[in-house]
């Protein structure tokens, strides 16, 4: 597994005090989006084709942290848009680690070299580096010609320096099986703690619609991948999650464990739908329909199985009996024979 056992444990301990508490629906991971502006154009983005005004907006360190608090959750992920074009990235991280948060700030990695001096390495932050696949296919992918050369000289920088690395990575339609395997072995190579690896959700407003995947092209793809795992690869990732990728589990997703901030307020149900705003994370729990989102409930939802919708509930089958974390255990140990 790439995750320190630290992490696992605070997790763990969080889960297992909501549950005694009789709580129904808690967050896992806070999605944060302090802004939507970018340097990349990613044809498979839906999450910048906003007008300039909407761009130039941006959350303050405070809104963040009181987000944090509100929420409650261990985690906080900071996608975007791109968070290191936020002028104050590095003090509402270093307020986040105050609060003993564990934060994933995401990253193209464009900027990270220039930004780097502006953040202290810690057990708390991580910087998930956006890597599509190997040279030629990250490339293609955020449409910029050398931006893979970039990110891997960043990474080795951060890691050089005693930062958590991670990265993050989405497939689509495209992807190749032997290439994706080779990429897995090139991020080993250089070092990272742990991959996360999700399908592409198909954004509407995304310029490429050819390349989102539908269920069955999900379950087979990740079953080439993931099949005759190699014991180097280590994934940031619930080993339930990825048994669910590649179709050995059945999951309904659990929008309220990635819930997500913004610009806009706290958005209604998930990180991939917008049904609505809210001002508070109560009233998102309170007001929102939640039985009409899913698998066979809502349309955008028919082809989803992306990690923010499922992950939490795989967490939630782990810690949710004794078979689940039999299942847990048994996945991480040989994750082959399953």
């Known amino acids: 597994m790439g995750v320190p056992f630290s992490q696992m444990m605070t997790v763990a301990g969080y889960v297992l005090s909501q549950k005694s508490k009789g709580v129904k629906r808690y967050p896992l991971v806070l999605m944060l989006e302090p802004l939507f502006r970018c340097n990349l154009a ?3 983005c839906g999450k910048i084709q906003y ?3 909407v761009l130039d907006r941006r959350l303050t360190p ?4 009181v987000a944090a608090e509100e929420c409650g959750a261990p985690i906080v ?3 975007g848009g791109e968070p290191l074009i936020h002028p104050e990235m590095s003090e509402i991280v270093q307020g986040l680690v105050r609060r003993r948060k564990f934060v994933y700030l995401c990253t193209n990695a464009i900027l990270l070299e220039r930004k780097m001096d502006e953040y202290e390495p810690s057990d708390r932050l991580i910087f998930s580096i956006h890597m599509d696949g190997l040279r030629e296919e990250h490339d293609l992918a955020v449409c910029r010609d050398g931006v893979y050369d ?4 960043a990474i080795k920088s951060a890691l050089k320096r005693g930062f958590r690395v991670t990265t993050n990575t989405t497939l689509f339609n495209d992807a190749n099986p032997p290439r994706v395997r080779a990429f897995f072995d090139e991020m080993m190579d250089l070092g990272v703690e742990g991959m996360m690896i999700s399908p592409g959700y198909s954004y509407e407003k995304a310029p490429d619609q ?4 539908k269920r069955q092209r999900t379950r087979q ?5 993931l099949g005759k795992r190699k014991r180097r690869w280590r994934f940031n990732q619930s080993p339930l999650f990825l048994e669910f990728l590649m179709g050995k589990r059945d999951y309904q997703c659990t929008p309220w464990g990635n819930p997500t901030y913004n610009i806009f307020g706290w958005q209604k149900p998930c990180y991939l739908l917008q049904d609505g705003y809210v001002s508070s994370f109560k009233e998102l729990l309170e007001t929102t329909e939640w039985d009409r989102y899913g698998v066979g409930r809502h349309e955008q939802c028919r082809d989803c199985m992306v990690h923010c919708g499922f992950e939490a509930s795989a967490v939630e089958e782990t810690f949710g009996s004794w078979s689940g974390l039999a299942g847990t255990v048994r996945a991480m140990l040989f994750p082959n024979t399953t």
């Open 221 to 225: 793809l990740f079953s080439d991948l």
């Open 42 to 44: 990613c044809a498979g």
């Open 210 to 213: 050819h390349g989102f995947l």
């Open 150 to 153: 970039v990110a891997t000289k």
């Open 51 to 53: 007008p300039e005004h």
């Open 77 to 79: 992920s900071i996608p």
């Open 62 to 65: 405070e809104q963040c942290w």
